[in-house]
């Protein structure tokens, strides 16, 4: 288990996904092989909130190779998006170490209620994250073809 942390400027404001097991551990397709059991914490203002959800192990390697070149230009953007809408994150680096970030978390996809955040940060939590990241995408390879 693993769990992602994207903070705020402010301490008491951030975004955590706990990803904690193959959906199907013993599916080996790309369909259905691939979806992870995760945990999205969220603290963004004044609001709080739980949601355990499902994602795709491919979403998470999309959003490490984007957050890898990101982390080493501070400049860009990186996107976690899932297949069915559970969360939307980008980040969007300025050049100068500032992070802006903008998404929305779905507590049911399709007939859910929806979140819609931004908040900002800076370069400094990027480390952890990318770490935290690299670790997810190792335990958790995409399957299949």
Do not use: C
């Amino acid at each position: 288990m693993t769990t992602l942390e994207i903070r705020g400027e402010d301490p008491s404001e951030y975004l955590r996904i706990e990803v904690q097991r193959w959906q199907y551990p013993n599916n080996q397709d790309f369909w259905d092989g691939n979806w992870l059991v995760t945990q999205i914490d969220a603290r963004l203002g004044s609001f709080s909130g739980r949601v355990p959800a499902m994602i795709r192990a491919t979403d998470l390697h999309s959003f490490y190779e984007q957050l890898s070149a990101l982390y080493a230009a501070l400049e860009g953007d990186a996107r976690l998006e899932t297949i069915e809408g559970w969360i939307t994150l980008e980040l969007h680096g300025d050049g100068l170490g500032h992070i802006a970030i903008r998404g929305s978390l779905v507590d049911n996809p399709g007939i859910g209620n929806q979140l819609s955040f931004s908040f900002n940060s800076d370069q400094t939590f990027m480390a952890d994250l990318l770490a935290s990241l690299s670790e997810v995408v190792a335990a958790f390879p995409v399957r299949g073809k």
